[in-house]
């Protein structure tokens, strides 16, 4: 998998104050529905392996579900499995914990550190539109759409916890199967205790296969997630030195270069925030490529800091205007040799989201203008008269690549990709969307000989993510994918998995 996109600016400058705020931890909201007594007759606690496909309700009944308490993953050696126990209860639990044992061969041992697990906690939900064709609508009246409590985030952190009776929750497990180990099966237990002593074991057998799956670093994967620093920023309460998309996140996208108007007039740029987050990401692995957003921001509004005044000012300009093209050229020369000197010109492109055609020539222009050899991408619709423009070119869900196009792309070194965003029902990654949907659409990005996929939030959090994932515009979790504290979900993991498969599919061919 190229590394994962995952750095944005908008290349204009404002100041912000963080405000503090106050997070629970381990904390969920209440339960909107009640448990049907009848059905948790004669169920003291239980403990079964589920399906990694499913949602399980807080109230849900294991009342006729067959008991399995052994579960075989097979996988490729260097392929994540996944697994999900589910515990139940027809009475009070308390101080719940879960121990992962080694999973033991004839020619090895997998340990426990290979093999990461989370009891799987409830956040609030709303729901598609009305008319069940997207999930795009602004939502400022929550009471307009029905909510309810879904199971989502992976939490390693959540434990010990205690349940109420007539409840059930999951475990999700997440093996990574070392690729150095000999192929065969693997076997040990996942042990539930209560306050201490075990109280039921199931048994995890992973069977590693002979074929090698390569490190993430080196899949064919185009992976393409917009993150916002400036959401972190604000959950942890650390000051960051905007709107290239209107505010239309919790968390505005500001700036991460500073631009400044000196008192005779000439302009100064300062790259500090751009380079911190730049060099954090590529301290985690993030270092395939670097979009930078937002040349042609849905106002068209660029802030500045004069110091003639010692104020912030706003210059209003579009694509095709004299006073836009002076003002970006003269940013984009010296972008491009302050990239340069940190040697990452060739793996930065100039981006542009959901732009028309008019706008895109005229701003391809001004780039080309500033310094030919800038790469240039697009998440957008399909238009054949500048697709040799973009090296990474994003196509919206509903549009396709014609045949002879995709393959001169990909002979040329270039990415083509697809994303979904509020606009698709299904398959999608709402935190209600079916967990399987997630899965799917990599397994279609296989099917259309797609370089990747792009989902534009990896990480706009609402005010309160772990707890209600509901915000003011569209549908429940189109505006990220994990949680704060380094929580995955349920469907990132299976984002992963389809991924996977993906590889495995094109190492197979």
């Known amino acids: 998998m190229k590394k994962a996109i ?7 400058v404002a100041a912000v104050a963080v405000h503090a705020q106050t997070f629970p931890h381990g904390q969920e909201l209440p339960q909107l529905t009640k448990p049907e007594a009848s059905e948790w007759k004669n169920i003291g606690f239980q403990a ?21 308490s052994s579960l075989t993953l097979r996988g490729w050696r ?31 041992t997998i340990p426990s550190s290979a093999i990461e697990a989370g009891f799987v906690r409830y956040v609030m939900v709303d729901e598609l539109n009305k008319d069940g064709k997207s999930g795009c609508s602004r939502r400022p009246d929550r009471t307009q759409y029905d909510s309810s409590m879904v199971a989502d985030v992976i939490d390693p ?20 199967i070392p690729r150095g180990i000999p192929a065969g099966k693997y076997s040990g237990t996942v042990t539930f205790k209560e306050n201490g002593k075990a ?3 199931l048994k995890l057998t992973v069977e590693a296969q002979d074929q090698i799956l390569p490190a993430p670093k080196d899949w064919r994967f185009h992976l393409d997630l917009w993150q916002n620093p400036f959401a972190v920023s604000r959950y942890y309460r650390v000051p960051i030195i905007h709107k290239p998309w209107n505010g239309q996140t919790y968390d505005h996208f500001e700036s991460m270069v500073t631009w400044m108007k000196r008192l005779d007039g000439s302009w100064e740029f300062r790259y500090d925030v751009f380079d911190a987050w730049v060099e954090f990401m590529a301290s985690c ?9 937002s040349m042609v921001p849905w106002r068209l509004s660029f802030q500045y800091f004069d110091q003639a005044s010692d104020s912030m000012k706003e210059i209003h300009a579009k694509p095709g205007e004299k006073e836009y093209e002076d003002l970006w050229v003269t940013f984009l020369k010296d972008f491009a040799a302050h990239l340069k000197a940190k040697g990452w010109f060739g793996k930065t492109t100039i981006a542009m989201d959901e732009r028309d055609l008019t706008g895109m020539q005229a701003t391809i222009a001004v780039v080309r203008k500033a310094d030919p050899d800038f790469k240039l991408s697009l998440a957008g619709n399909y238009y054949p008269e500048i697709e040799k423009d973009l090296f990474d070119y994003c196509l919206a869900f509903r549009h396709t690549f014609p045949e002879d196009v995709l393959a001169r792309r990909k002979a040329e070194g270039k990415f083509s990709t697809y ?3 509020c606009a698709e029902p299904h398959p999608n990654t709402f935190t209600f969307s079916e967990p399987e949907e997630a899965y799917l659409l990599m397994l279609e990005m296989y099917r259309r000989k797609s370089d990747g996929y792009l989902r534009w939030a990896y990480n706009s959090w609402p005010e309160d993510p772990l707890l209600d994932s509901r915000f003011r515009s569209w549908a429940s979790g189109d505006t990220y994918l994990v949680y704060p504290g380094n929580k995955s979900s349920i469907r990132f993991e299976l984002l992963v998995k389809g991924i996977q498969e993906y590889e495995k599919n094109y190492l197979t061919l």
Request: hydrophobic content about 40%; glycine content about 10%; overall charge positive.
């Open 6 to 12: 995952l750095v944005l600016i908008s290349a204009f």
């Open 199 to 201: 109280v039921k074991v």
């Open 157 to 176: 952190c959540f434990a010990p916890l205690d349940m109420e009776p007539m409840s059930s929750r999951g475990l999700w497990l997440t093996c990574w």
């Open 285 to 293: 692995g993030i270092d395939g490529q670097i979009n930078c957003y």
């Open 78 to 108: 260097g392929e994540r499995v996944q697994a999900q126990a589910l515990v139940s209860t027809g009475r009070k639990v308390e101080g719940l914990e879960y121990v992962v044992s080694d999973l033991k061969g004839r020619k090895g």
């Open 419 to 421: 994303y979904t965003c």
């Open 48 to 68: 079964i392996w589920g399906d990694i496909f499913t949602r399980y309700p807080a109230t849900y009944s294991p009342a006729g579900i067959k008991t399995n």
